[in-house]
């Protein structure tokens, strides 16, 4: 007869302990950017709620805006570095494709020799990566984890381009997670559509670039398609979210959906019929959309703006390129 496997087992339930913050350095008014494309201040305020956006250093890149995020959220947690077991990083902007931005983070955060890995689910990367470190703390796996969201975008939009350059920036948002003895994080409904791949997403490959057959490959979306997949269908995933959480949206203190576009997410809320009371992310305004990173930047936000939410519900949900999706309710640290 066949020995039996040992099994590991962790904590019936986890939830965020702190969150840290990068942004980039530089703070670009939308009169920066409407020569290229031909616009105005007015329009993109219109369009999008944009007045400004942050963008990084020409020297400082995504694994930069990581460890500085990471290392608030973890002196923050109270969390000696050395107990942290697990890095999850999500970006679409490493500057390399290996190694990972997650090893290196870890290493200069003091969690060497943590678990380490990057994901790529864009603007839906950080609640993907929320879903997989609560799962592996309750499995045992791990016992503390560190996720951020790191982009910088700025690297790979053309000036030029009227369908995404003006709405994006750089930064970090970090969220360290472990035990709780009360549920902290409410179960993923999280989900993709492959067959919408060309809506959001680079213009080329970077074989084709080497071979001199394009141009450096930047971001492009067909915007009124994004819109309306966003507007229609993540209402209804905000919704499943809250029900496979077993609330109501009159539980909810907040609600931090990715800051793609302010019409969005003023579209959200009414159609969620969030109350008055529910205090609502708007970093999309002075910070832009940093994909990965904009749903722990506007977290981060809210908490230093709002301390009294501590303790209570948050519905997050992210949604871009892929097209991928995820959404929970956390309690907020």
């Given at each position: ?32 950017l ?83 890995y ?6 839906a990367?950080?609640?993907y ?72 997403g ?59 576009n ?22 999309i ?49």
């Amino acid at each position: 007869m066949s020995a039996t496997l040992a099994q590991a087992t962790g904590p019936a339930y986890t939830r965020i302990y702190s969150y840290g913050a990068a942004r980039g350095e530089n703070a670009v008014p939308n009169d920066d950017l409407i020569g290229p494309i031909d616009s105005s201040d007015e329009w993109i305020r219109q369009r999008t709620g944009i007045i400004t956006r942050v963008r990084a250093d020409k020297d400082t890149d995504a694994i930069d805006l990581a460890t500085t995020a990471a290392a608030e959220a973890i002196e923050k947690a109270g969390v000696p570095a050395d107990q942290v077991d697990l890095v999850i990083v999500a970006t679409v902007s490493n500057p390399k494709q290996t190694p990972s931005v997650s090893a290196i983070v870890a290493d200069r955060v003091g969690a060497n020799p943590a678990a380490a890995y990057d994901i790529n689910a864009a603007c839906a990367g950080y609640a993907y990566a929320i879903a997989q470190a609560d799962a592996l703390i309750k499995a045992g796996t791990a016992r503390y984890a560190l996720v951020i969201g790191t982009e910088k975008l700025s690297d790979i939009v053309d000036p030029a381009d009227r369908s995404i350059s003006f709405l994006l920036g750089d930064g970090a948002g970090a969220a360290l997670i472990g035990p709780s003895d009360t549920p902290g994080i409410s179960p993923a409904v999280w989900g993709s559509d492959g067959s919408k791949a060309d809506a959001v997403g680079m213009n080329a490959t970077l074989t084709e670039f080497r071979d001199g057959e394009v141009p450096w490959p930047t971001l492009r979306q067909e915007g009124p398609t994004v819109f309306r997949w966003a507007v229609w269908e993540m209402a209804k995933v905000a919704r499943e979210a809250l029900d496979r959480a077993g609330v109501e949206p009159s539980d909810i203190a907040a609600f931090i959906p990715h800051q793609a576009n302010m019409r969005i997410i003023d579209e959200f809320a009414k159609q969620l019929k969030l109350p008055e009371t529910t205090v609502i992310a708007r970093d999309i305004e002075t910070t832009g959309n940093t994909s990965a990173a904009s749903i722990p930047l506007a977290s981060h936000r809210l908490m230093a703006e709002h301390p009294e939410l501590s303790g209570g519900l948050a519905l997050q949900i992210g949604f871009g390129a892929g097209l991928v999706f995820a959404a929970q309710v956390v309690v907020l640290p």
